[in-house]
């Protein structure tokens, strides 16, 4: 994983898909070179099983980097793509429980566990409220483990499900089948189906966007927002022009012709929730989030599906 130094938001990614193992340690180190070459580049790399994955903010900066890679390689690279989220509406309760014998050992998990939703910006919270010991504490990390690593899959399209809390309430074990694999799959058992039952819906990332024209532009600036789904924030005079401050979807900005003009500022601002679009995925999802680019789950892992 590469990065420049400091925090910044991966809303926009895209894949290099079909390469073995050596061609992607080489382009990997290639990207990694180029991203430390140019500062401004605030960009991270990521390995997957069949490729590499190139995330960010700036449509720009990775569209040069795409352009730069296909330049200098015979690849498959994929079109940019949105990095949407998912969240809950309302609380939930639900119960894993894992036994299987494998290989003549017994393996025993079970927890009960609470989701709800969490205040917007704030993240993950696990919390502990198991009370006389129905579940050991020498489990706890591989619960909060599996718990999320379910999160990071979410429920209606694969995209990772944000601002939650966790509770686990309940649960037992045994003596002797009890073990960190076994809760780490129930952890991620009960979290899926609690997830399920809690209203999930999908959520776009918006940008701020500040866009400064002369004042007989202000009608078109203000329509063209408009038919963006935009919001708009506010509207100022400065120095003989008129600026013009609004919330606008990513999905609505991408490839826009405004993009590196004079005048024109972007950043990420947060996520909202996506438009309802004749029922998709049974929630707020649009009919333009197209499943993510994922590295797939080992065998074995708390998120792999699990039969009764």
């Given at each position: 994983?590469t990065?420049?130094?400091?925090?910044?938001?991966?809303?926009?990614?895209?894949?290099?898909?079909?390469?073995?193992?050596?061609?992607?340690?080489?382009?990997?180190?290639?990207?990694?070179?180029?991203?430390?070459?140019?500062?401004?580049?605030?960009?991270?790399?990521?390995?997957?099983?069949?490729?590499?994955?190139?995330?960010?903010?700036?449509?720009?900066?990775?569209?040069?980097?795409?352009?730069?890679?296909?330049?200098?390689?015979?690849?498959?690279?994929?079109?940019?793509?949105?990095?949407?989220?998912?969240?809950?509406?309302?609380?939930?309760?639900?119960?894993?429980?894992?036994i299987?014998?494998?290989?003549?050992?017994?393996?025993?998990?079970?927890?009960k566990?609470?989701?709800?939703?969490?205040?917007?910006?704030?993240?993950?919270?696990?919390?502990?409220?198991?009370?006389?010991?129905?579940?050991?504490?020498?489990?706890?990390?591989?619960?909060?483990?599996?718990?999320?690593e379910?999160?990071?899959?979410?429920?209606?399209?694969?995209?990772?499900?944000?601002?939650?809390?966790?509770?686990?309430?309940?649960?037992?074990?045994?003596?002797?089948?009890?073990n960190?694999?076994?809760?780490?799959?129930?952890g991620?058992?009960?979290?899926k189906?609690?997830?399920?039952?809690?209203i999930?819906?999908?959520?776009?990332?918006?940008?701020?966007?500040?866009?400064?024209?002369?004042?007989?532009?202000?009608?078109?600036?203000?329509?063209?927002?408009?038919?963006?789904?935009?919001?708009?924030?506010?509207?100022?005079h400065a120095?003989?022009?008129?600026?013009?401050?609004?919330?606008?979807?990513?999905?609505?900005?991408?490839?826009?012709?405004?993009?590196g003009r004079?005048?024109?500022?972007?950043?990420?601002?947060?996520?909202?929730?996506?438009?309802?679009?004749?029922?998709?995925?049974?929630?707020?999802?649009?009919?333009?989030?197209?499943?993510?680019?994922?590295?797939?789950?080992?065998?074995?892992?708390?998120?792999?599906?699990?039969?009764?």
């Amino acid at each position: 994983m590469t990065s420049k130094s400091g925090e910044f938001n991966r809303i926009l990614s895209f894949a290099i898909e079909s390469i073995n193992d050596e061609d992607r340690a080489r382009l990997q180190q290639q990207l990694e070179t180029l991203i430390q070459e140019n500062p401004k580049f605030r960009v991270q790399v990521k390995a997957f099983e069949e490729g590499l994955i190139v995330s960010g903010e700036d449509e720009l900066q990775l569209m040069e980097i795409r352009d730069n890679v296909l330049l200098t390689n015979q690849l498959t690279i994929s079109e940019l793509q949105i990095g949407y989220r998912e969240t809950i509406r309302r609380s939930s309760e639900a119960e894993g429980k894992y036994i299987r014998k494998i290989g003549g050992s017994g393996n025993y998990g079970h927890v009960k566990i609470r989701i709800e939703p969490n205040e917007a910006g704030k993240g993950f919270d696990f919390i502990n409220d198991i009370k006389g010991g129905v579940v050991p504490r020498e489990y706890m990390k591989s619960i909060e483990e599996g718990i999320r690593e379910a999160l990071r899959g979410g429920v209606l399209a694969g995209y990772e499900i944000i601002d939650v809390k966790a509770t686990l309430f309940d649960g037992s074990y045994h003596d002797f089948d009890s073990n960190e694999m076994a809760f780490r799959i129930a952890g991620s058992m009960a979290i899926k189906e609690a997830a399920r039952k809690a209203i999930p819906v999908l959520l776009e990332p918006v940008m701020s966007v500040e866009v400064t024209a002369p004042g007989e532009f202000l009608g078109t600036i203000l329509g063209d927002i408009s038919a963006r789904r935009g919001r708009i924030e506010g509207v100022e005079h400065a120095a003989g022009s008129q600026v013009v401050r609004a919330i606008v979807p990513l999905a609505e900005m991408l490839n826009s012709s405004a993009r590196g003009r004079p005048g024109y500022l972007m950043h990420f601002a947060g996520y909202q929730a996506a438009p309802k679009r004749d029922g998709y995925f049974g929630d707020d999802a649009p009919a333009y989030a197209r499943k993510p680019w994922n590295p797939k789950p080992l065998a074995g892992s708390a998120a792999a599906e699990l039969e009764d």
